[in-house]
């Protein structure tokens, strides 16, 4: 009997944490105008809605652009970084450490508080420029945690193989370095995207009406009119994670090699 | 930048380095770090030069009960946390599949499940009615619906700190513990729990911290009679445009996470703390 407490304990934990997700789907075919549950009947019409408002495909379009935008340039930053502290000796290098982890410390209505005194002067407040540094910012941290953690792991006598065997150090980055680094790689700029894709409270200080992505959209609908295609939006952004986690665990779950 | 002080000190090693780090320390320190200086600078500037921000915070009677309050909130959110989490955790961890299902959906919409659920014409409402107990008491915007609410939303955080360290612990130990005669639960606690809790430590303060300026669900869901900081600061500048004030609070609030993190910086390091 004993051994099947941890399991029901567990069970009740996880039935908390997905049961009121699972709530939105039916929500959002509900014909309610406020959140009403159990829906008074069904259609289709918010989804309908959603795709033909402007401001919400625009919020949807603004998202994906920020978000590929700061995962870009999350990945240029961080990878040089995490070959830089795993790889060589320098000086000042565990305080750099430290620095690195800050914009993680720093909880986001600081960082969102400081972003709109700084960005404001630069006219970058309300533009997807200011959101893609932002976000860009927020992301370095966990890229390169997640990059440094493989990297850290990485055998180097492949490279010595490659080296001997005559390639230069461009051809063995390229050849062997790159592919066995690749699924880390992914999914460092996997956890960028959908940080940025996900993050609202530095979007509620400095996107703007312009730059506005879906989180601030949402919280914004939510505060003010209590908008039913938000249950739309939630249910798509739902699915449009689970389908994220499920290729990053495709990605995790292939063999290093090839 | 010390390490180009005197040529012989420096090797072509360490000034790859350096051109490797670069770019991101340079992005970090320019784009974050500077601007939090700007949050420092405004909160004793703004209006005037001086520190009457942080007297009058420090002072006033109503502040002190948001600086409690917070606190509270926090360590119950994180104490749930980890009674959901830990079980949830123990169970994953010897099943090796997958996890962070729950992790990547956003906060908003999280919470927006909760406006839904306790709701006056939510489930628990109509669960009330259909018993015939009358009308539910007030759930929404109190500062029980904040509680559930981040507690469902920092759950993953526990769950993937616990589970971290759960991992790594050999199932072996356990099964030579109850070889040796020890019952489920006598091996569960002197083998297993005593070696989870680096993990424990590591979900309580990565939640505890994140807590402490959460600021989308106490905003959608809590209430101003019970507010949190990040309600504060959203209160200052939204509806009295008090830059300078809640920049202060946004100060005090960030000296409180890195006074955290620091004690636990010293003790574990903090590369560690996110696995």
Known sequence: MVRYVPLVLALLAAIFLVAPMAIIVPMSFSKAISFEFPPPGYWTGYYAQYFSSHSWLEATANSFIIASGSMALTLIAALPAAFGFVRHRFYGKSVLNLVMLVPIIVPAVVSALGYYSFLSPLHLVGTHAGMILAHSVLSIPVAFLVITAVLKGFDRNLERAAMSAGAGPLRTFLWVTMPVLRPGILIGALFAFLHSFNEAVVAIFIAGRDASTLPKKMFESIRLESDPVIAVVSTLLTGAVLLGVLLSLFVRKRPASR | ?275
């Open chain 2, 1 to 275: 930048m010390p390490a180009f002080r005197g040529a012989g000190l420096i090797s072509r090693d360490s000034l790859t380095a350096w051109l490797l780090v670069a770019p991101a320390v340079v992005c970090v320190v320019v784009l974050f770090i500077v601007p939090i200086g700007y949050v420092l600078l405004l909160s004793v500037t703004d209006p005037t030069v001086s520190l009457d921000h942080y007297r009058r915070f420090f002072t006033v009677p109503l502040y002190a009960n948001v600086m409690v309050n917070t606190f509270r909130t926090s360590l119950i959110v994180t104490l749930a946390c980890l009674a959901l989490g830990y079980p949830l955790a123990y169970v994953m961890a010897r099943r090796d599949d997958a996890l962070a299902v729950s992790f990547w959906t956003g906060f908003v919409v999280r919470t927006y499940a909760w406006l839904i659920i306790l709701g006056n014409k939510g489930p628990v409402a109509a669960t009330y009615a259909f018993a015939g107990w009358g009308s539910p008491p007030q759930l929404l915007f109190t500062s029980f619906s904040s509680t559930l609410g981040m507690t469902h939303v920092l759950l993953p955080y526990m769950v993937l700190a616990l589970y971290g360290v759960m991992r790594k612990i050999d199932p072996s130990y356990m099964r030579a513990a109850e070889s040796l005669g020890a019952r489920p639960f006598g091996a569960f606690r002197l083998v297993f729990l005593p070696l989870s809790l680096a993990g424990v430590v590591n979900g309580c303060v990565l939640v505890f911290t994140m807590c402490l300026g959460f600021y989308v669900t106490p905003i959608l869901l809590g209430t101003p009679k019970d507010m949190m900081i990040s309600q504060l600061i959203s209160q200052q500048i939204e509806d009295l445009l008090a830059w300078g004030f809640a920049s202060a609070i946004a100060v005090v609030l960030l000296a409180c996470t890195l006074v955290l993190l620091g004690i636990y910086n010293r003790f574990a390091g903090l590369d560690r703390l996110w696995g």
